[in-house]
């Protein structure tokens, strides 16, 4: 039996921190107010998603194992409860990670938490946190102390605050890298956690660091605040100094935005003051009333770079002189990683004294899972992580192995795995066999096979198609397949969401999916829309976009149409990226058309990847085969569609206005499908279409997703608001991702009232 919250906090006083123990005893506070029914639940959910605790998604109460999920027991009358409340059932609790650092104590303390209040399972998310599922509110107390009292908190995690700082896993080792941005994250993590000027924000604020510019460590172009390391010669002393270029208004969610340059060159020290000055405008500034425009990404829009970079600097002058500036950053420096063994270089192999087979994998090992540092005699090994999952004893083990290989210098990292770093070369033989002996021994780190997926259906109450489920799939088929394939495609990434979010970062991969909803035969069907021309280098350096939507059961098809053509057809050294653009959008749509359609009779389509539940909306039997009745819905939302893609299209070209003009006009053909459900005798005037929507649909609040509200909505009558206005190369790109989800939302509103007329 778990030991109570007063007898964690008794037993740790002295362990935690005087800072993370008051709040947590302040947190305890909350949770006991709100059981009384005496802190208005909207209060508390921002102060219990501040400390990192979500509610989670369940299907009639069950888990996707099949068990029952316990119910808490709270006094008659306490609570109104509701469907799917933290009171109902355990939650999720996020855990923060500054860089991604971790020591074997860390490893051993989540390991144990992960057993005793979760489902024995740690997940490693792509922002180098933890995630602990099944976990019950009433428990977060004793959770939060054991991992303060080793040094680790869940403050901000979530919630509109400053979340966790990322950084490159190899900084400090990496070849490319112009200095170790490790201490600079660090200091800017303790200095703005918990920090009074980041409590008023409207949303989350993002922040990351690299090293370099040419890899994808950090992904600082999609983070509110990217800073990557840079070096120049002083303009006055004429001699090398470090610092950073600075970007603000990056991220990703329904609609991606590419930060913009804020400084070409920030020293040192006005790294910190700055992020506070940027944070003051944020909070000052920035959307609070409407959620959807309330992320730094937005403001920056809105005012434009010049504007919100006159505005920092002239609060940077205000701010009054803050000692933390420079001392969190030199205590930082202080902190340093050394090897524990020494380097060296790794024996010529004939075999590991295991078989042939055992050999072949080890090799495979070392091509994809270690990488040399620029330390000579020591190797970085990135322990990879199938879908960012391990297990408890997995945990202990390697943190046992760790002390065993190195002082203890491990990472998470973007990619959901463990970068286990200061290896020494002769060692890498038997740190493999360690960790194969406990199932870490997986290779094709950072290859095909390595996928990264966000929760979605599994726990996501956001999910709209099973992304574990389909990454669960592929990985299972590109590992049957092997690593036969052209090594051009072994270096792809496929990046998977359960929804439009992008948690699972779908516009920077090479093969995006989200997933979305669809009809067939009049019932709902798991689908993803399948996305091109991301790219994961240069810190995400480019966003793809959708081009079709294609039924879950038939993306593994997709990828292997998709990547047998780009070995077929490619040029010498063309990366993914180019050949799609070169290839055309209109001939890769072409390829997988037919894969857009189900075989007839197959049931099998109407269930998501990893859960045999229909999917369907109603009684499957009924009407299935014989022959389909289109609604007029149906046909105004397939050529809203292809009207997109020519939009699409005419982007490509540089033919920006056309571009603009026809997503536009995609989103007005898609509100009249709806509107001539209520109302067939509607024209083609857009100002009467958008008139009767907005009174059918909006209004109403037919047309709201239940998740998203009526952003999607927004997005067709702001967009209209601006229709006499020219478009930019950047104005137009949004506006074909806001078209996109205009109609991915038109299908769903279209799915729920059929299912209120067939009622």
Request: neutral net charge.
């Amino acid at each position: 039996m778990k030991a109570s919250n007063a007898l964690w906090r008794d037993h740790l006083a002295d362990q935690m921190p005087e800072s993370l123990a008051r709040e947590i005893d302040i947190f305890e506070t909350e949770i006991a107010l709100r059981k009384q029914g005496k802190l208005d639940e909207r209060l508390f959910a921002e102060t219990r998603l501040r400390r990192g605790t979500y509610g989670q998604r369940y299907d009639n109460g069950q888990r996707h194992d099949g068990e029952k999920v316990q119910q808490l027991n709270f006094p008659a009358g306490a609570l109104t409860k509701g469907p799917n409340t933290m009171w109902d059932a355990p939650g999720m609790q996020r855990i923060k990670i500054p860089a991604g650092g971790l020591n074997a104590a860390q490893l051993e303390t989540i390991a144990e938490l992960a057993e005793e209040y979760s489902d024995g399972i740690a997940h490693v998310t792509t922002r180098q946190d933890f995630q602990l599922h099944f976990v019950h509110i009433e428990n977060t107390p004793s959770l939060m102390r054991r991992l303060a009292a080793a040094k680790i908190t869940t403050r901000e995690a979530c919630g509109n605050s400053v979340r966790n700082v990322t950084a490159c896993p190899y900084a400090g080792v990496c070849q490319d890298e112009s200095f170790d941005v490790t201490p600079y994250a660090r200091a800017l993590s303790r200095f703005l956690l918990g920090h009074p000027d980041c409590q008023n924000f409207g949303r989350k604020f993002k922040p990351a660091f690299s090293g370099c510019s040419q890899h994808a460590c950090g992904l600082t172009s999609l983070h509110d605040l990217g800073l990557i390391a840079a070096k120049r010669l002083n303009p006055e002393t004429g001699k090398e100094e470090i610092g950073f270029e600075m970007y603000v208004g990056g991220g990703l969610g329904a609609v991606p935005y590419q930060a913009k340059l804020f400084s070409s060159f920030v020293v040192p020290q006005e790294l910190l003051p700055l992020a506070q000055a940027i944070a003051r405008i944020f909070a000052r500034y920035g959307e609070k009333k409407n959620r959807n425009r309330a992320r730094l990404k937005f403001l920056i829009q809105d005012l434009g770079i010049e504007k919100f970079r006159s505005l920092v600097h002239e609060e940077r002058k205000l701010l009054p002189f803050d000692s933390r500036w420079t001392e969190y950053i030199t205590q930082s420096l202080e902190s340093t990683e050394s090897p524990a063994r020494v380097g060296g270089e790794l024996p010529e192999l004939v075999t590991i004294g295991a078989g042939e087979a055992d050999t072949e994998n080890f090799k495979k090992w070392l091509k994809f899972n270690t990488r040399p540092q620029r330390q000579p005699g020591y190797a970085a090994v990135t322990v990879a992580l199938p879908l960012g999952d391990i297990t408890a004893n997995q945990l202990r083990a390697l943190a046992d192995i760790v002390r065993r290989f190195t002082r203890e210098t491990i990472r998470t990292t973007v990619e959901q795995n463990f970068l286990i770093r200061w290896v020494s070369k002769p060692d890498l033989l038997e740190l493999y066999r360690a960790l194969d002996a406990v199932g870490l021994g997986d290779h094709g780190a950072g290859a095909l096979v390595d996928i990264a997926a966000c929760p979605g259906t599994d726990t996501c109450k956001l999910g709209i198609s099973s992304s574990r489920g389909l990454a669960a799939e592929l990985r299972k088929r590109v590992s049957e397949k092997g690593f036969q394939c052209d090594e051009a495609v072994q270096n792809l990434h496929i990046k998977i969401s359960g929804c439009f979010n992008s948690c699972g970062q779908h516009h920077v991969a090479d093969l995006g999916f989200y997933g979305v909803s669809r009809k067939i035969g009049g019932y709902a069907v798991p689908h993803f829309q399948v996305v091109l021309g991301g790219e994961w280098e240069h810190n995400a350096g480019a966003y793809g976009l959708p081009i079709v939507a294609v039924p879950a059961k038939n993306i593994p098809q997709v990828v292997s149409r998709l990547t047998d053509r780009y070995v077929a057809e490619r040029n010498s050294g063309e990366t993914f990226k180019e050949f799609v653009k070169r290839t055309g959008k209109t001939a890769l749509k072409s390829m997988l058309e037919d894969l857009t359609r189900p075989p007839a009779g197959d049931r099998s389509f109407f269930s998501d990847w990893g859960d045999p539940r229909a999917y369907s909306l109603g009684d499957m039997g009924v009407g299935e085969c014989a022959g389909e009745v289109v609604s007029p819905v149906d046909f105004g939302l397939a050529q809203a569609e292809r009207e997109l893609f020519e939009a699409q299209l005419a982007f490509e070209k540089g033919e920006i206005q056309e571009a603009g003009k026809r997503a536009l006009g995609s989103m007005v053909t898609a509100a009249k499908a709806l509107v001539k459900f209520e109302n067939p005798d509607i024209g083609d005037d857009p100002d009467t279409i958008i008139s009767e929507f907005r009174i059918r649909y909006h209004d109403t609040q037919k047309f709201f997703d239940p998740f998203a509200g009526g952003k999607f909505a927004n997005y067709l009558f702001d967009a209209y608001s601006r229709s006499g206005q020219p478009y930019s190369s950047e104005s137009s790109r949004y506006l074909l991702d806001e078209a996109q989800l205009f109609i991915d939302a038109a299908h769903s509103c279209s799915n729920r009232l059929e299912t209120v007329v067939a009622a």
